[in-house]
């Protein structure tokens, strides 16, 4: 007859106990495992960023007064500049774009779904869809909108 007393694995019960003993501190704070589901999925293929590289980015806070085209065309710049001949420049700028980011415009990333985001022109649409205020887009349409050429101004200069 077997005796299950002393069966020598008692693991179960350990971590019942621990589950038991855990803080509400411990308790709420993020698994690990969840916080490493980020949004984003990576392509096929390591690239490891180099610490370098990661200081030339251009920083985006998330503020009203920031301009989100002007932080991409940045990043843009530093990221097709660096790029290592055996890692695609959209594999790079996934990888990087978290770097980029601080404050509340970092929180956004975060808050994103698990594999969200796959693509970096999906990654564009969604940080400009957030970060670009539609009270910008109805001024710059209503400049547009209002423009008219001025009576010493030849077609090009209009156009321009």
Request: glycine share 2%.
């Amino acid at each position: 007859m077997i005796n299950i007393s002393s069966d020598p694995s008692p693991e179960p019960e350990i971590q019942e106990d621990r589950m038991e003993k855990r803080t509400i501190r411990e308790l709420a704070s993020p698994d690990v495992a969840i916080t490493q589901n980020m949004c984003m999925q990576y392509p096929d293929g390591e690239c490891e960023l180099k610490s370098w590289l990661i200081h030339l980015l251009p920083k985006f806070h998330g503020l009203a007064r920031e301009d989100s085209y002007h932080h991409l065309k940045e990043f843009h710049v530093v990221c097709s500049s660096m790029r290592p001949t055996t890692v695609t420049e959209e594999h790079i700028k996934l990888k990087a774009f978290p770097f980029s980011l601080q404050d509340a415009a970092k929180n956004w990333l975060y808050c994103l779904p698990p594999g969200s985001i796959n693509t970096w022109e999906t990654l564009k649409i969604l940080f400009l869809e957030m970060f670009f205020l539609a009270s910008r887009v109805a001024a710059i349409r209503k400049d547009i909108y209002g423009i008219r050429q001025q009576e010493r101004e030849n077609l090009h200069e209009y156009w321009e």
